[in-house]
Protein backbone atom coordinates (compact mmCIF):
# COMPACT_ATOMS: atom_id res chain seq x y z
CA UNK A 1 0.00 0.00 0.00
CA UNK A 2 1.45 3.44 -1.02
CA UNK A 3 -0.59 5.67 0.95
CA UNK A 4 -1.44 7.42 -2.52
CA UNK A 5 -4.56 7.89 -4.37
CA UNK A 6 -4.28 4.75 -7.65
CA UNK A 7 -2.70 7.46 -9.92
CA UNK A 8 -0.17 6.72 -12.86
CA UNK A 9 2.12 9.07 -10.71
CA UNK A 10 2.03 6.91 -7.81
CA UNK A 11 2.43 3.78 -9.60
CA UNK A 12 5.88 5.80 -11.48
CA UNK A 13 6.64 7.37 -7.96
CA UNK A 14 10.74 7.50 -7.50
CA UNK A 15 12.17 8.29 -4.51
CA UNK A 16 9.52 7.56 -2.36
CA UNK A 17 10.06 8.63 1.70
CA UNK A 18 8.87 6.45 4.03
CA UNK A 19 8.33 8.94 7.15
CA UNK A 20 7.96 8.33 11.37
CA UNK A 21 4.77 9.25 12.53
CA UNK A 22 5.12 11.90 15.51
CA UNK A 23 4.82 10.26 18.93
CA UNK A 24 6.58 12.61 21.08
CA UNK A 25 6.18 16.08 22.26
CA UNK A 26 8.84 18.25 20.23
CA UNK A 27 9.12 21.98 19.44
CA UNK A 28 10.45 24.29 17.18
CA UNK A 29 10.45 27.44 15.69
CA UNK A 30 7.68 26.56 13.06
CA UNK A 31 5.34 23.87 13.01
CA UNK A 32 4.00 23.32 9.31
CA UNK A 33 0.24 21.66 8.63
CA UNK A 34 0.30 19.90 5.88
CA UNK A 35 2.97 18.27 3.57
CA UNK A 36 1.84 19.70 -0.04
CA UNK A 37 3.79 22.22 -2.40
CA UNK A 38 2.60 24.79 -0.09
CA UNK A 39 3.87 22.93 3.13
CA UNK A 40 7.08 22.15 1.69
CA UNK A 41 7.94 25.19 -0.33
CA UNK A 42 7.48 26.96 2.81
CA UNK A 43 9.55 24.51 5.28
CA UNK A 44 12.22 24.51 2.84
CA UNK A 45 12.66 28.23 2.76
CA UNK A 46 12.00 28.90 6.52
CA UNK A 47 14.70 26.06 6.96
CA UNK A 48 17.71 27.72 4.50
CA UNK A 49 16.81 31.12 6.24
CA UNK A 50 17.92 29.34 9.19
CA UNK A 51 14.25 28.57 11.18
CA UNK A 52 13.76 25.10 12.72
CA UNK A 53 10.79 23.29 11.60
CA UNK A 54 8.41 20.43 12.01
CA UNK A 55 5.88 19.05 9.70
CA UNK A 56 3.26 17.49 9.95
CA UNK A 57 1.20 15.51 6.99
CA UNK A 58 -1.78 13.30 7.45
CA UNK A 59 -1.26 10.95 5.11
CA UNK A 60 1.56 10.89 2.66
CA UNK A 61 4.19 13.32 1.32
CA UNK A 62 2.00 14.88 -1.72
CA UNK A 63 -1.04 12.94 -0.93
CA UNK A 64 -3.06 16.14 -2.08
CA UNK A 65 -3.93 17.89 -5.17
CA UNK A 66 0.07 18.52 -5.24
CA UNK A 67 0.88 14.62 -5.93
CA UNK A 68 -2.21 14.11 -8.41
CA UNK A 69 -2.67 17.55 -10.70
CA UNK A 70 -1.75 18.04 -14.29
CA UNK A 71 1.52 18.88 -13.93
CA UNK A 72 1.66 22.41 -15.64
CA UNK A 73 3.58 24.92 -13.93
CA UNK A 74 3.13 28.50 -15.97
CA UNK A 75 2.93 32.52 -14.24
CA UNK A 76 0.13 33.52 -13.80
CA UNK A 77 -3.64 32.47 -11.09
CA UNK A 78 -6.62 30.69 -11.10
CA UNK A 79 -8.22 34.43 -11.67
CA UNK A 80 -7.25 36.20 -14.93
CA UNK A 81 -4.59 38.92 -14.78
CA UNK A 82 -7.47 41.63 -16.52
CA UNK A 83 -9.70 40.94 -12.77
CA UNK A 84 -6.82 41.11 -11.04
CA UNK A 85 -5.63 44.70 -12.64
CA UNK A 86 -9.12 45.63 -12.26
CA UNK A 87 -8.89 44.59 -8.14
CA UNK A 88 -5.51 46.18 -7.43
CA UNK A 89 -4.44 48.65 -9.95
CA UNK A 90 -1.37 48.34 -12.57
CA UNK A 91 1.11 48.82 -10.51
CA UNK A 92 0.00 46.11 -8.10
CA UNK A 93 -0.95 44.22 -10.46
CA UNK A 94 2.57 43.99 -12.20
CA UNK A 95 3.98 43.09 -8.74
CA UNK A 96 2.08 39.81 -8.53
CA UNK A 97 2.35 38.40 -11.95
CA UNK A 98 6.13 39.47 -11.25
CA UNK A 99 5.67 36.86 -8.08
CA UNK A 100 4.12 34.35 -10.35
CA UNK A 101 6.45 33.97 -12.80
CA UNK A 102 8.93 33.16 -9.46
CA UNK A 103 7.08 30.48 -9.18
CA UNK A 104 8.14 28.84 -12.14
CA UNK A 105 11.47 29.82 -11.60
CA UNK A 106 11.96 28.60 -8.16
CA UNK A 107 10.35 25.42 -9.57
CA UNK A 108 13.18 25.19 -11.77
CA UNK A 109 15.55 26.29 -9.31
CA UNK A 110 14.81 23.44 -7.24
CA UNK A 111 14.76 20.74 -9.44
CA UNK A 112 18.20 21.82 -10.95
CA UNK A 113 19.65 22.43 -6.84
CA UNK A 114 17.98 19.24 -5.32
CA UNK A 115 19.05 17.04 -8.41
CA UNK A 116 15.36 16.14 -9.08
CA UNK A 117 15.43 14.28 -12.19
CA UNK A 118 12.46 11.87 -11.68
CA UNK A 119 10.19 15.19 -12.10
CA UNK A 120 10.86 15.08 -15.69
CA UNK A 121 10.81 18.68 -16.44
CA UNK A 122 9.80 19.64 -20.20
CA UNK A 123 9.13 23.02 -21.57
CA UNK A 124 6.01 25.17 -23.38
CA UNK A 125 2.29 25.05 -22.93
CA UNK A 126 0.36 25.81 -25.77
CA UNK A 127 -3.53 27.55 -24.68
CA UNK A 128 -6.23 27.47 -27.44
CA UNK A 129 -9.62 28.60 -28.31
CA UNK A 130 -12.47 26.22 -29.06
CA UNK A 131 -14.23 28.73 -31.21
CA UNK A 132 -12.92 30.90 -33.95
CA UNK A 133 -11.91 34.16 -32.31
CA UNK A 134 -9.13 36.35 -33.53
CA UNK A 135 -9.55 38.45 -30.78
CA UNK A 136 -8.91 35.98 -28.00
CA UNK A 137 -5.39 35.99 -28.71
CA UNK A 138 -4.18 38.00 -31.51
CA UNK A 139 -3.02 41.17 -29.47
CA UNK A 140 -1.83 39.23 -26.42
CA UNK A 141 1.77 39.02 -26.89
CA UNK A 142 1.99 42.58 -27.72
CA UNK A 143 -0.22 43.61 -24.03
CA UNK A 144 2.01 40.64 -21.98
CA UNK A 145 4.88 42.11 -23.20
CA UNK A 146 3.90 46.25 -22.94
CA UNK A 147 2.12 45.88 -19.33
CA UNK A 148 4.31 42.73 -17.77
CA UNK A 149 7.92 42.64 -19.82
CA UNK A 150 6.19 38.31 -20.46
CA UNK A 151 6.98 36.82 -23.88
CA UNK A 152 4.34 34.39 -25.82
CA UNK A 153 3.77 33.94 -28.92
CA UNK A 154 0.64 34.22 -31.03
CA UNK A 155 -0.88 30.86 -33.35
CA UNK A 156 -3.14 31.17 -36.00
CA UNK A 157 -5.80 28.44 -36.14
CA UNK A 158 -3.27 26.93 -38.92
CA UNK A 159 -0.37 26.57 -36.90
CA UNK A 160 -2.00 25.00 -34.49
CA UNK A 161 -3.83 22.57 -36.30
CA UNK A 162 -0.33 21.29 -37.18
CA UNK A 163 0.16 20.31 -33.93
CA UNK A 164 -3.29 19.47 -32.91
CA UNK A 165 -4.60 17.44 -35.49
CA UNK A 166 -8.63 18.56 -34.38
CA UNK A 167 -11.16 20.57 -36.14
CA UNK A 168 -12.30 21.70 -32.58
CA UNK A 169 -9.57 23.76 -32.39
CA UNK A 170 -8.89 27.41 -33.45
CA UNK A 171 -6.16 30.13 -32.20
CA UNK A 172 -3.63 29.27 -29.73
CA UNK A 173 -0.98 31.17 -27.09
CA UNK A 174 1.99 29.46 -26.62
CA UNK A 175 4.28 30.06 -23.81
CA UNK A 176 8.07 28.73 -23.92
CA UNK A 177 8.77 29.76 -20.48
CA UNK A 178 5.62 27.02 -18.83
CA UNK A 179 7.55 23.99 -18.05
CA UNK A 180 5.51 20.62 -17.16
CA UNK A 181 6.82 17.97 -14.64
CA UNK A 182 6.00 14.84 -13.30
CA UNK A 183 4.47 16.36 -9.62
CA UNK A 184 4.82 13.65 -6.93
CA UNK A 185 8.24 12.95 -7.96
CA UNK A 186 8.99 16.74 -7.69
CA UNK A 187 7.11 16.93 -4.16
CA UNK A 188 8.76 14.18 -3.25
CA UNK A 189 12.24 15.49 -4.31
CA UNK A 190 10.92 18.92 -2.22
CA UNK A 191 10.82 16.41 1.22
CA UNK A 192 14.09 15.14 0.34
CA UNK A 193 15.75 18.64 0.33
CA UNK A 194 13.67 19.55 3.38
CA UNK A 195 15.33 16.80 5.60
CA UNK A 196 18.87 17.78 3.71
CA UNK A 197 18.25 21.38 5.23
CA UNK A 198 17.02 19.84 8.73
CA UNK A 199 13.47 20.09 8.27
CA UNK A 200 12.13 17.10 10.14
CA UNK A 201 8.67 15.86 8.30
CA UNK A 202 6.03 12.78 10.21
CA UNK A 203 3.79 11.35 7.67
CA UNK A 204 0.36 9.48 9.19
CA UNK A 205 -0.02 12.54 11.37
CA UNK A 206 -3.11 14.45 10.85
CA UNK A 207 -3.02 17.73 13.30
CA UNK A 208 -6.08 17.70 15.51
CA UNK A 209 -5.87 21.32 17.14
CA UNK A 210 -3.86 24.57 16.99
CA UNK A 211 -4.53 26.27 20.30
CA UNK A 212 -2.60 29.35 22.06
CA UNK A 213 0.05 28.74 24.48
CA UNK A 214 2.62 30.57 26.64
CA UNK A 215 2.73 33.60 23.60
CA UNK A 216 2.93 30.52 20.75
CA UNK A 217 0.97 27.71 19.38
CA UNK A 218 0.70 23.91 20.67
CA UNK A 219 -0.72 21.63 17.97
CA UNK A 220 -2.11 18.46 18.96
CA UNK A 221 -1.70 15.07 17.58
CA UNK A 222 -2.93 11.77 18.17
CA UNK A 223 0.24 10.42 19.86
CA UNK A 224 2.27 13.95 20.47
CA UNK A 225 2.66 17.74 20.55
CA UNK A 226 4.13 20.48 18.95
CA UNK A 227 4.96 23.37 20.45
CA UNK A 228 6.08 26.57 18.14
CA UNK A 229 6.49 30.41 18.03
CA UNK A 230 4.40 30.12 14.66
CA UNK A 231 1.84 27.61 13.13
CA UNK A 232 1.56 27.87 9.05
CA UNK A 233 -1.86 26.33 8.07
CA UNK A 234 -1.14 24.41 4.54
CA UNK A 235 -3.45 21.90 5.15
CA UNK A 236 -5.94 22.82 1.97
CA UNK A 237 -9.45 21.41 1.48
CA UNK A 238 -8.06 18.15 2.57
CA UNK A 239 -8.13 18.51 6.56
CA UNK A 240 -10.80 20.80 8.16
CA UNK A 241 -11.51 21.76 11.72
CA UNK A 242 -8.75 23.06 12.30
CA UNK A 243 -9.33 27.16 11.60
CA UNK A 244 -13.33 27.40 10.87
CA UNK A 245 -13.11 30.93 9.53
CA UNK A 246 -10.42 28.99 7.24
CA UNK A 247 -12.99 26.48 6.26
CA UNK A 248 -15.45 28.51 5.18
CA UNK A 249 -13.34 30.64 3.09
CA UNK A 250 -12.01 28.40 1.05
CA UNK A 251 -14.25 25.82 -1.45
CA UNK A 252 -13.33 22.06 -2.18
CA UNK A 253 -13.32 22.19 -6.00
CA UNK A 254 -12.81 18.48 -7.78
CA UNK A 255 -11.10 17.52 -11.15
CA UNK A 256 -10.73 14.70 -12.82
CA UNK A 257 -7.04 13.24 -14.35
CA UNK A 258 -6.78 10.32 -16.61
CA UNK A 259 -3.69 8.47 -17.53
CA UNK A 260 -3.48 6.32 -20.82
CA UNK A 261 -1.70 3.06 -21.70
CA UNK A 262 1.45 4.15 -23.42
CA UNK A 263 0.48 4.19 -27.75
CA UNK A 264 2.97 6.80 -29.25
CA UNK A 265 2.32 6.07 -32.69
CA UNK A 266 -1.48 6.33 -32.27
CA UNK A 267 -0.50 9.87 -30.87
CA UNK A 268 1.42 11.15 -33.08
CA UNK A 269 -2.04 10.85 -35.01
CA UNK A 270 -3.23 13.49 -32.73
CA UNK A 271 -0.88 15.30 -30.54
CA UNK A 272 2.38 16.21 -32.23
CA UNK A 273 3.88 18.78 -29.59
CA UNK A 274 5.59 17.75 -26.25
CA UNK A 275 3.91 21.09 -24.93
CA UNK A 276 1.23 21.08 -22.54
CA UNK A 277 -2.25 21.50 -23.71
CA UNK A 278 -5.08 23.52 -22.49
CA UNK A 279 -8.09 24.90 -23.72
CA UNK A 280 -9.92 28.55 -22.85
CA UNK A 281 -13.25 27.18 -21.19
CA UNK A 282 -13.91 27.88 -17.77
CA UNK A 283 -13.98 24.03 -17.09
CA UNK A 284 -11.61 23.45 -20.16
CA UNK A 285 -9.13 20.14 -20.82
CA UNK A 286 -6.27 20.13 -20.05
CA UNK A 287 -3.51 17.43 -21.57
CA UNK A 288 0.19 16.42 -22.41
CA UNK A 289 1.69 13.40 -23.57
CA UNK A 290 3.89 11.94 -21.33
CA UNK A 291 7.86 10.74 -21.81
CA UNK A 292 7.08 7.15 -21.55
CA UNK A 293 4.59 7.66 -24.36
CA UNK A 294 1.07 7.73 -22.66
CA UNK A 295 -1.52 10.84 -22.87
CA UNK A 296 -2.26 12.16 -19.80
CA UNK A 297 -5.74 13.66 -20.08
CA UNK A 298 -7.60 15.95 -17.06
CA UNK A 299 -10.77 17.88 -17.25
CA UNK A 300 -14.07 18.71 -15.71
CA UNK A 301 -14.93 20.82 -12.60
CA UNK A 302 -17.57 19.88 -9.71
CA UNK A 303 -17.83 20.49 -6.31
CA UNK A 304 -19.21 17.16 -5.63
CA UNK A 305 -16.46 15.47 -2.93
CA UNK A 306 -17.61 12.03 -4.70
CA UNK A 307 -15.38 10.31 -7.93
CA UNK A 308 -18.20 9.25 -10.20
CA UNK A 309 -17.89 5.97 -10.59
CA UNK A 310 -17.66 5.77 -14.42
CA UNK A 311 -14.34 8.39 -14.51
CA UNK A 312 -12.32 6.87 -16.73
CA UNK A 313 -15.35 6.29 -19.54
CA UNK A 314 -16.78 9.88 -19.11
CA UNK A 315 -13.14 11.49 -19.61
CA UNK A 316 -11.87 8.76 -22.62
CA UNK A 317 -15.39 10.54 -24.02
CA UNK A 318 -14.12 13.76 -23.57
CA UNK A 319 -10.84 13.16 -25.27
CA UNK A 320 -12.41 11.22 -28.21
CA UNK A 321 -14.85 14.37 -28.88
CA UNK A 322 -12.12 16.40 -29.68
CA UNK A 323 -9.73 13.45 -31.18
CA UNK A 324 -11.55 10.67 -32.50
CA UNK A 325 -8.80 8.92 -34.30
CA UNK A 326 -8.11 7.96 -30.39
CA UNK A 327 -11.03 6.07 -29.95
CA UNK A 328 -8.69 3.08 -29.47
CA UNK A 329 -6.66 4.75 -26.97
CA UNK A 330 -6.93 2.50 -23.87
CA UNK A 331 -7.36 3.95 -20.12
CA UNK A 332 -4.73 2.34 -17.36
CA UNK A 333 -5.41 5.13 -14.35
CA UNK A 334 -8.27 7.27 -13.60
CA UNK A 335 -8.07 9.63 -10.17
CA UNK A 336 -9.90 12.60 -8.66
CA UNK A 337 -8.53 15.38 -7.23
CA UNK A 338 -9.38 18.38 -4.39
CA UNK A 339 -8.66 22.15 -5.07
CA UNK A 340 -9.17 25.01 -2.79
CA UNK A 341 -10.39 27.94 -4.42
CA UNK A 342 -11.70 31.30 -2.38
CA UNK A 343 -14.75 33.23 -4.38
CA UNK A 344 -11.64 35.61 -5.69
CA UNK A 345 -9.58 32.74 -7.24
CA UNK A 346 -6.59 34.50 -5.65
CA UNK A 347 -4.36 32.70 -3.24
CA UNK A 348 -4.90 32.79 0.25
CA UNK A 349 -1.72 34.16 1.95
CA UNK A 350 -0.86 35.68 5.23
CA UNK A 351 -1.22 36.47 8.89
CA UNK A 352 -4.98 35.07 10.93
CA UNK A 353 -3.34 36.43 13.40
CA UNK A 354 -0.19 37.02 15.30
CA UNK A 355 2.23 34.21 14.83
CA UNK A 356 -0.71 31.97 13.02
CA UNK A 357 -0.39 32.13 8.95
CA UNK A 358 -2.12 30.55 6.23
CA UNK A 359 -1.31 29.57 2.59
CA UNK A 360 -4.38 28.11 1.04
CA UNK A 361 -6.74 28.81 -2.01
CA UNK A 362 -4.20 28.34 -4.71
CA UNK A 363 -7.03 26.91 -7.59
CA UNK A 364 -6.13 25.05 -10.36
CA UNK A 365 -2.86 27.40 -10.36
CA UNK A 366 -1.03 26.30 -7.87
CA UNK A 367 2.46 24.85 -8.84
CA UNK A 368 4.07 28.30 -9.23
CA UNK A 369 1.81 30.17 -6.73
CA UNK A 370 2.42 27.55 -3.68
CA UNK A 371 5.79 28.01 -4.35
CA UNK A 372 5.83 31.64 -3.89
CA UNK A 373 3.29 31.76 -1.17
CA UNK A 374 6.20 29.40 0.77
CA UNK A 375 8.94 32.19 0.27
CA UNK A 376 7.17 34.31 0.63
CA UNK A 377 5.95 33.52 4.18
CA UNK A 378 9.30 32.37 5.13
CA UNK A 379 10.46 35.81 4.56
CA UNK A 380 8.02 37.30 6.53
CA UNK A 381 8.72 34.95 9.61
CA UNK A 382 12.46 34.69 9.38
CA UNK A 383 13.22 38.24 8.54
CA UNK A 384 9.48 40.55 9.14
CA UNK A 385 9.71 41.07 5.25
CA UNK A 386 5.73 42.17 4.19
CA UNK A 387 5.51 41.77 0.33
CA UNK A 388 2.96 38.85 1.58
CA UNK A 389 0.90 41.85 1.69
CA UNK A 390 0.25 41.92 -1.58
CA UNK A 391 -2.43 39.77 -1.76
CA UNK A 392 -4.27 41.16 1.31
CA UNK A 393 -6.37 42.86 -1.02
CA UNK A 394 -8.20 40.12 -1.71
CA UNK A 395 -8.54 39.11 1.68
CA UNK A 396 -10.40 35.66 3.17
CA UNK A 397 -13.98 36.01 1.69
CA UNK A 398 -16.68 33.84 3.21
CA UNK A 399 -17.46 30.70 0.82
CA UNK A 400 -20.19 29.81 2.77
CA UNK A 401 -20.16 26.28 3.59
CA UNK A 402 -22.66 23.97 1.96
CA UNK A 403 -24.60 27.22 0.54
CA UNK A 404 -21.74 28.77 -0.68
CA UNK A 405 -20.62 25.55 -2.45
CA UNK A 406 -24.42 24.68 -3.99
CA UNK A 407 -24.16 28.21 -4.69
CA UNK A 408 -20.96 28.14 -6.72
CA UNK A 409 -21.55 24.46 -8.32
CA UNK A 410 -24.65 26.38 -10.05
CA UNK A 411 -22.03 29.04 -11.59
CA UNK A 412 -20.05 26.22 -12.96
CA UNK A 413 -23.24 24.77 -14.33
CA UNK A 414 -23.94 28.10 -15.67
CA UNK A 415 -20.43 28.22 -16.87
CA UNK A 416 -20.37 25.51 -18.81
CA UNK A 417 -23.84 26.06 -20.67
CA UNK A 418 -22.31 29.18 -21.88
CA UNK A 419 -18.87 27.16 -23.22
CA UNK A 420 -21.02 24.91 -24.94
CA UNK A 421 -23.45 27.79 -25.84
CA UNK A 422 -20.27 29.91 -27.42
CA UNK A 423 -18.67 26.99 -29.06
CA UNK A 424 -21.80 25.36 -31.16
CA UNK A 425 -22.13 29.07 -32.21
CA UNK A 426 -18.24 29.54 -33.26
CA UNK A 427 -18.52 26.00 -35.05
CA UNK A 428 -21.36 27.75 -37.17
CA UNK A 429 -19.59 31.10 -37.90
CA UNK A 430 -16.78 29.00 -38.65
CA UNK A 431 -18.63 26.86 -41.34
CA UNK A 432 -16.51 24.98 -43.90
CA UNK A 433 -13.67 28.15 -43.38
CA UNK A 434 -11.10 26.14 -41.15
CA UNK A 435 -12.96 22.13 -41.94
CA UNK A 436 -14.50 20.64 -39.01
CA UNK A 437 -12.22 17.14 -39.34
CA UNK A 438 -9.58 16.61 -37.71
C1 LIG B 1 -6.48 17.04 -10.61
C2 LIG B 1 -5.80 18.34 -10.40
C3 LIG B 1 -5.12 18.94 -11.47
C4 LIG B 1 -4.43 20.13 -11.26
N1 LIG B 1 -3.63 20.61 -12.27
C5 LIG B 1 -2.81 21.67 -12.02
C6 LIG B 1 -1.85 22.08 -12.98
O1 LIG B 1 -1.66 21.45 -14.03
N2 LIG B 1 -1.10 23.18 -12.70
C7 LIG B 1 -1.23 23.89 -11.55
O2 LIG B 1 -0.54 24.90 -11.37
N3 LIG B 1 -2.10 23.48 -10.59
C8 LIG B 1 -2.87 22.39 -10.79
N4 LIG B 1 -3.72 21.96 -9.82
C9 LIG B 1 -3.76 22.67 -8.54
C10 LIG B 1 -2.57 22.34 -7.64
O3 LIG B 1 -2.32 20.96 -7.65
C11 LIG B 1 -2.90 22.81 -6.20
O4 LIG B 1 -3.27 24.17 -6.23
C12 LIG B 1 -1.70 22.68 -5.27
O5 LIG B 1 -1.11 21.41 -5.37
C13 LIG B 1 -2.16 22.93 -3.84
O6 LIG B 1 -1.12 22.61 -2.95
P1 LIG B 1 -1.38 22.63 -1.39
O7 LIG B 1 -0.07 22.32 -0.76
O8 LIG B 1 -2.05 23.92 -1.02
O9 LIG B 1 -2.48 21.51 -1.12
P2 LIG B 1 -2.40 19.91 -1.13
O10 LIG B 1 -1.41 19.43 -2.11
O11 LIG B 1 -3.78 19.42 -1.25
O12 LIG B 1 -1.79 19.55 0.29
C14 LIG B 1 -2.51 19.60 1.49
C15 LIG B 1 -1.91 18.52 2.38
O13 LIG B 1 -2.37 18.72 3.71
C16 LIG B 1 -2.61 17.44 4.30
N5 LIG B 1 -3.53 17.64 5.44
C17 LIG B 1 -4.85 17.91 5.40
N6 LIG B 1 -5.32 18.05 6.66
C18 LIG B 1 -4.28 17.89 7.49
C19 LIG B 1 -4.13 17.91 8.90
N7 LIG B 1 -5.17 18.15 9.72
N8 LIG B 1 -2.91 17.66 9.44
C20 LIG B 1 -1.83 17.42 8.63
N9 LIG B 1 -1.93 17.38 7.29
C21 LIG B 1 -3.13 17.64 6.72
C22 LIG B 1 -3.18 16.62 3.15
O14 LIG B 1 -3.05 15.24 3.39
C23 LIG B 1 -2.34 17.11 1.98
O15 LIG B 1 -1.19 16.31 1.77
C24 LIG B 1 -4.46 20.79 -9.99
C25 LIG B 1 -5.18 20.21 -8.95
C26 LIG B 1 -5.85 19.00 -9.13
C27 LIG B 1 -6.59 18.40 -7.99
Not at 148 to 164: A, I, Q, S
Not at 331 to 358: C, E, F, N, R
Not at 409 to 424: G, L, N, T
Amino acid sequence: MSGHVNSYYAATLEGALDLPRLKTRESADVCVIGAGLAGLSGALDLARLGKSVIVLEANRVGFGASGRNGGFVAAGYAEGIEAITRRVGPEQARELFGLSRDGVRLVEENIARFGITAAQSRPGALQVVRHDDESAFASAPERLQRDFGYDVEYWPTEKVRTCLKSGRYFQGLYDASAIHIHPLNYVAGLAAACIEEGVTVHEATPALRVEERDGGYAVSTAEGEVTSQHVVLCHSTYGRGLHAKLDRAVLPVATYVVATRPDPDLLDRAIDIQAAIADTRRAGDYYRRLADGRLLWGGRITTQRSEPARLAQLLKRDIVAIYPQLAALEIDYAWAGLMAYATHKMPVIGQLQSGLWVATGFGGHGLNTTAIAGRLIAEAIARGDDRYRLFEPFGMPWAGGPIGRAATQAVYWYYQARDRIDEARAQRKAGGRHGAKA
